[in-house]
């Protein structure tokens, strides 16, 4: 299994502002992904970030709104761009770990949008 | 393309009553079957997955799983729910022998205990 710790756990931040997420794991990873889940809804993949290669965005979600880093197996930070009320949602970072199918994920960072 | 479907939004039931939480898939491959449960302000863990061998697969909280290829389905189920069971369950799927392509969740299913 993996251990994933992410920052800030909660924020609540103006119309306008950006925000970057930081996802860290105790071990390292190929790949981790990053998820949203607005309120009362499931869990909808944003992008795949691989370390040393630029991240694939899911349809609907653009670099430019959501750049992701991946300096490192260990590491990666989502920023919440030009923020709107829209994007209040948690957003969750993921990985692969042990048995190469089964994803774990962090705690999750609480957005509030105002 | 693959997809989740959780017949069931919603889900209450009486402490110490039996359960069972509905997953069907779709896909025209084989897949990994998981189930996760959130609990309120949390984030996501797994409760069990399904990989290969036995189709009854335990997990953690006394739930168990069963998958079903002829019916497409990997229903979640509990014998006896407690109070703290109360949280939503999600079904997700991950095609076999893609590497470490991203799971796909159903909407979720809240259940709800009630003493």
């Known amino acids: 299994s993996a251990v994933i710790s992410q920052k800030p756990s909660r924020d609540i931040c103006q119309r306008g502002t950006s925000l970057t997420i930081q996802c860290q794991v105790d071990?390292?990873?190929?790949?981790m992904f990053w998820y949203r889940q607005q309120p009362g809804q499931s869990l909808t993949l944003i992008a795949t970030?691989?370390?040393?290669?630029?991240?694939?965005?899911e349809s609907g979600f653009v670099i430019d709104k959501f750049p992701i880093s991946r300096p490192n197996l260990t590491f990666s930070t989502l920023t919440v761009s030009n923020m709107s009320p829209e994007d209040s949602s948690i957003y969750l970072c993921s990985v692969s770990a042990g048995t190469v199918e089964t994803q774990y994920f962090g705690p999750g960072t609480r957005l509030l949008v105002l | 393309a693959q997809s989740v479907t959780q017949l069931d939004s919603q889900v209450p039931v009486f402490e110490e009553a039996p359960v069972e939480l509905r997953c069907n898939y779709s896909s025209s491959v084989s897949v990994y079957l998981f189930w996760y449960v959130q609990y309120p302000n949390q984030g996501l863990q797994l409760l069990l997955k399904y990989l290969s061998g036995s189709t009854l697969v335990k997990g953690i909280n006394g739930f168990e799983a069963e998958f079903n290829k002829s019916q497409t389905s990997f229903h979640l189920r509990k014998p006896s729910v407690h109070i703290s069971d109360t949280a939503e369950y999600f079904c997700a799927v991950r095609f076999r022998g893609s590497g470490n392509t991203p799971l796909v969740f159903g909407k979720g299913t809240r259940l709800s205990v009630i003493a």
């Open positions: 071990s390292q990873v190929t790949m």
């Open positions: 970030a691989n370390q040393g290669s630029e991240a694939t965005y």
